[in-house]
């Protein structure tokens, strides 16, 4: 990794925060995602390094044309090249990251927090207010992310139908888990998964969890596990919001714009859809975010499971608390 180091210039004495934003032929996007970040309150307390990286169109340019019309937000755009064995979201990311946790570490503040984003998606006015508030007791913080709603709208309705299913799947799967291993720094309400539209880390847990996997596909879910594995803790924050991209043009294999294309196949046929088996997470002792054990099944059949299991809990747990209190 000492090839690919970027340069930017020195940290700022009041940053507390850094912006990672790797960018890939982002024109036509990249602007948005800038606007969105520069309506955050307290512009002094961060700053954004967008790497440009193998772009064939005007994303820097874009950048930095953006960044002029918003001086008091700090964006230093660096434009570059990775070798073709290297050509990944994963490395891109990764060498941005890398670039804000070592600059925090230099100056002496491992408290310093990396966050990132994507060049197709849109932070909430508050997204960095609400990650500085939940970074308080926390090494690391996943926001919540979901697709926009200009371009949900547009989607046919039975697309839309299916994304609500798993809206509500992944809801009670997080519910689930929250009853079967509640942690103090991640109570329900909350979700379950981490992607890199949306997740921030302190500098100093970064590093002690290896940094970002340089993988093709999938580097947030590979981090986030090895941030479980270095006891780091991990708030799943509802009120950490980000709105993404709903494209017909999947960059990465395996990733959301995949699942989102067999989605729309599914739509297109009048099917219904697979998920993982929730009872692979009942029974495993710490479950991440994907769940495998078991065979897939359909999405009725997992909500099914899941609002009985849900159910079953709640219900122990009032007949627990009516025998404490001596009641009936």
Not at 132 to 138: K, P
Not at 244 to 269: H, I, K, N, P, W
């Amino acid at each position: 990794m000492q090839s690919w180091r970027i340069a930017v210039p020195p940290l700022d004495a009041h940053c507390v925060l850094s912006v990672a934003l790797p960018a890939r032929d982002e024109a036509e996007r990249i602007d948005r995602a800038l606007c969105a970040l520069a309506l955050q309150a307290h512009p002094e307390r961060f700053e954004v390094i967008v790497f440009a990286n193998e772009c064939r169109d005007a994303t820097a340019e874009r950048a930095r044309r953006t960044a002029a019309l918003h001086p008091r937000l700090r964006v230093h755009v660096v434009e570059g090249g990775l070798p073709p064995d290297a050509r990944c979201v994963g490395m891109a990311r990764r060498i941005v990251m890398d670039c804000a946790a070592d600059r925090f570490l230099a100056a002496g503040k491992p408290r310093g927090i990396v966050a990132t984003t994507d060049a197709d998606s849109v932070v909430a006015p508050d997204w960095l207010e609400r990650t500085l508030e939940e970074m308080r007791a926390v090494d690391a913080v996943a926001g919540f992310v979901e697709i926009a709603a200009p371009e949900r709208l547009v989607m046919p309705p039975a697309l839309r139908a299916l994304l609500t299913l798993d809206a509500e799947y992944l809801r009670l799967c997080a519910e689930a888990e929250s009853l079967l291993r509640p942690r103090a720094e991640d109570p329900y309400p909350r979700h379950r998964v981490f992607v890199g539209a949306s997740f921030a880390v302190t500098a100093q847990a970064y590093v002690r969890a290896g940094r970002l996997p340089p993988l093709p596909s999938l580097e947030d879910r590979e981090f986030a596990a090895a941030l479980r594995r270095s006891a780091a803790r991990i708030r799943h924050s509802l009120r950490v919001r980000v709105a993404t991209s709903g494209r017909a043009d999947a960059r990465v294999t395996g990733g959301f714009g995949t699942f989102l294309d067999y989605l729309r196949r599914c739509a297109a046929r009048g099917e219904t859809f697979l998920v993982d088996d929730p009872r692979a997470l009942f029974e495993a002792d710490d479950a991440p975010d994907g769940i495998a054990a078991h065979p897939s099944l359909p999405v009725d059949a997992a909500l099914a499971l899941l609002r009985a299991f849900v159910a079953s809990r709640k219900a122990e747990a009032a007949t627990r608390s009516t025998a404490a209190s001596g009641a009936g």
